[in-house]
C-alpha cells in the first residue's frame, strides 16, 4: 500500500462542510468563552469540530457520542482525582478506567475514545473541582449545540446527485447489456467475443451496488433535515431502483445461460430471432423508465416515449439442442417483463 493512502483521500472534502466545520469551531469557542470566563474553551471548539458532518443525521449521532462520553469522562476523572489526590499517575488511571467503563457499558468505538479523552483531559488541563468538571461538560454542550445549528441551517447537503447519476448509469448499463446480447443471439460469435460479452454483464453487478449506496446516502441526508423538498425525489429513485435491480439478475443470468450453451447454429432458429426483438424492447423500457424519473433525461431523443414491451411472446418449441437455453432465456424474459410492465 502507498504511504499516501493512510493520509489522504481518494478526494476532498466539499468546500462548503471544511467551512461549515470552522465557522461551528470559531463561534463555539467564542460563545462558550463569553458564557463561561476562565479557561480556553477547548471542550467547546473540539466538539463542535467533531459533530459537524456530512449530514445532519450523521452530525446528531456525533452529537449524542461526544455528549455522552464527555460526561462519562469528566465523571471518572473527578472521581478518581477525589479518591486519590491530585497525582500524575491518576492521569494514566484514569485512561485505563475510561476504556474499561466504555468497555462495560458496549460504547462505540467513537464514544469509548470521547470517554477516556475527556478524562484525560480534564485532569491534565484542569483540576478535581466539581464546578470545573460542570463547566467542561456545559462547555462541551455549548459547542454540541452550536455545530448542530451550523449544521442544520447553513445549507444542509442533501446527496441527491450522486443517487441521480449512479442510477442513471446503472439503467443506461441495463439496457445496453440486453442489446448486447440481442446482438450476440443473430450472429457468430468467438470465444473472445463470448468471454467480453460475459465480463460486461458483470460489471452490471458493482454499478448495481453503487447506485444502492448512492441512494442510502441521500436517503440518510434527509433525515432529520429540514431541507425536506427532496424527499419525493429520492423515494422516486429508491422504487426505480427496487423495480430495476432484478433484472440485472435476469441479464446476467441470460448472458451466462447462452455462454454455456451457445453454438453456431442457434441463429437459426427462429425463436431466437423473437427473443431478440424481446430483449431489444426490455433494453428499450429500461431507457425509458429510467427518462421518465428525469434521472438520464439526456436519452430523450433515442427513446421513444411509448413503451416497447406490448404483448406477450408466443413462440414454437425449438430443435432438441436447444430447448434448455430457450427455456432459460424465455423464464427470465417473462421475469423482466413481469418487472417492467407487471403479470405474468
Do not use: C
Not at 479557561?39 to 458532518?53: D, G, N, R
Not at 460504547?107 to 463547566?135: E, F
Request: no cysteine; proline share 6%.
Amino acid at each position: 500500500m502507498r504511504m499516501t493512502a493512510a493520509v489522504r483521500s481518494a478526494k476532498r472534502a466539499p468546500l462548503l462542510q471544511v467551512v461549515k466545520s470552522a465557522v461551528a469551531t470559531i463561534g463555539a469557542w467564542l460563545i462558550a468563552g463569553w458564557l463561561i470566563p476562565g479557561p480556553l474553551p477547548v471542550f467547546a471548539a473540539i466538539a463542535a469540530m467533531l459533530v459537524v458532518q456530512p449530514s445532519v443525521n450523521q452530525s446528531f449521532a456525533k452529537a449524542l457520542e461526544r455528549s455522552v462520553g464527555v460526561i462519562v469522562g469528566v465523571v471518572i476523572a473527578v472521581l478518581l482525582s477525589l479518591l486519590l489526590g491530585p497525582q500524575n499517575w491518576v492521569v494514566l488511571l484514569s485512561i485505563a478506567v475510561a476504556m474499561l467503563v466504555a468497555w462495560a457499558l458496549r460504547a462505540s468505538p467513537g464514544a469509548g475514545n470521547q470517554v477516556a479523552i475527556s478524562a484525560m483531559l480534564v485532569l491534565a488541563l484542569g483540576s478535581s473541582d466539581p464546578q470545573y468538571a460542570i463547566h467542561r461538560i456545559v462547555e462541551t454542550l455549548i459547542g454540541v449545540a452550536f455545530a448542530l445549528i451550523v449544521n442544520a441551517l447553513v445549507v444542509a447537503p442533501v446527496l441527491t446527485a450522486p443517487a441521480r447519476r449512479d442510477l442513471g448509469l446503472l439503467g443506461t448499463e441495463i439496457a445496453a447489456s440486453l442489446d448486447r446480447l440481442a446482438d450476440a443471439l443473430l450472429s457468430t460469435q468467438q470465444p473472445a467475443q463470448l468471454h467480453e460479452l460475459m465480463l460486461e454483464a458483470r460489471l452490471l453487478r458493482p454499478m448495481q451496488v453503487a447506485a444502492e449506496a448512492s441512494i442510502a446516502d441521500g436517503e440518510e441526508s434527509l433525515t432529520l433535515n429540514p431541507r425536506r423538498a427532496a424527499r419525493g425525489e429520492i423515494a422516486e429513485m429508491r422504487a426505480l431502483l427496487d423495480r430495476i435491480s432484478p433484472i440485472v439478475t435476469q441479464a446476467i443470468g441470460m448472458t451466462r445461460a447462452f455462454f454455456d450453451h451457445y453454438d453456431d447454429t442457434l441463429a437459426d432458429e427462429p425463436t431466437v430471432h423473437a427473443i431478440a426483438e424481446q430483449l431489444r424492447r426490455a433494453g428499450h423500457d429500461v431507457r425509458l423508465a429510467v427518462q421518465s424519473a428525469d434521472i438520464a433525461p439526456e436519452a430523450s431523443s433515442e427513446t421513444s416515449t411509448i413503451p416497447a414491451l406490448t404483448a406477450p411472446l408466443q413462440v414454437k418449441p425449438p430443435a432438441s439442442g436447444h430447448w434448455i437455453l430457450i427455456g432459460s432465456l424465455m423464464e427470465d424474459l417473462r421475469r423482466i417483463r413481469g418487472e417492467l410492465v407487471g403479470g405474468d
